[in-house]
């Protein structure tokens, strides 16, 4: 069975500081998602990743994939308030979706 | 504009009355998709469709039932056999299958008591 890990589940940083949001899978996809939902809605695409060693950017967010070690990686950069929101990747192969992170930036 | 449309975006209904929720697409996607998802958690796959006709069961679907007799529509109901109901319920559609991100609705939040 697919399992979707996402860690932090909750992450609270400052603005300006950067962070990492982890996602490890359990099988061998080279198709990995990032999805963003804002509180009481529906989610939104990010970055689509289709490929060993892709790289996502836009504008404070970028996402990478190692399918190798079954990991991406969604990194945040001088975080802004306007990122506050719950961050879910999603894996081919049915679609799972991590847990979630849900992220807080505070001034 | 194209989009996703879902209906209605609250639902109360009382236990033992089964339910259906609305999807429709004019994106002319091919794949449509129900997933649930419960307060503070992620999404779990209920069923999807990737042809007209036909539909697979996801994680979850005992106590759900749908249909894909068009393409543009994939509607959920949920029965009087489902034990935990209440949840907000997201239908996605996307070009290809499998290969392409979802494009979400924006939700039906069901609440049965």
């Known amino acids: 069975e697919l399992k979707v890990e996402q860690n932090p589940l909750f992450l609270s940083m400052q603005e300006g500081k950067n962070y990492t949001i982890y996602c490890n899978y359990s099988?061998?996809?080279?198709?990995l998602y990032w999805y963003r939902q804002d509180p009481g809605k529906s989610l939104e695409s990010l970055f689509v990743?289709?490929?060993?060693?892709a790289v996502k950017q836009e504008g404070r967010l970028m996402a990478s994939l190692d399918t190798k070690a079954r990991l991406s990686t969604l990194h945040i950069t001088a975080a802004v308030h306007d990122l506050s929101a719950t961050y879910f990747c999603?894996?081919?192969?049915?679609?799972?979706f991590g847990a979630g992170t849900r992220l807080t930036v505070k001034p | 504009d194209g989009g996703i449309t879902q209906s209605p975006k609250y639902l109360f209904r009382k236990e033992g009355q089964n339910v259906t929720l609305s999807c429709e697409q004019n994106?002319?996607?091919?794949?449509m998709y129900w997933y649930r998802q419960d307060p503070g958690q992620g999404l779990r796959l209920i069923y999807y469709s990737q042809i007209v006709n036909d539909f697979q069961k996801g994680d979850i679907a005992e106590g759900y039932s749908v249909s894909r007799e068009k393409k543009e529509s994939f509607p959920l109901t949920v029965t009087s056999a489902q034990k935990n109901p209440t949840a907000f319920y997201l239908c996605?559609?996307?070009?290809?299958?499998?290969?392409?991100?979802?494009?979400f609705g924006n939700g039906t939040r069901l609440t049965v008591t």
């Open positions: 099988t061998t996809s080279d198709r």
């Open positions: 990743l289709l490929s060993n060693g």
């Open positions: 994106l002319n996607h091919d794949a």
């Open positions: 999603a894996v081919d192969d049915d679609m799972r």
């Open positions: 996605a559609s996307s070009i290809s299958g499998w290969d392409s991100p979802l494009h």
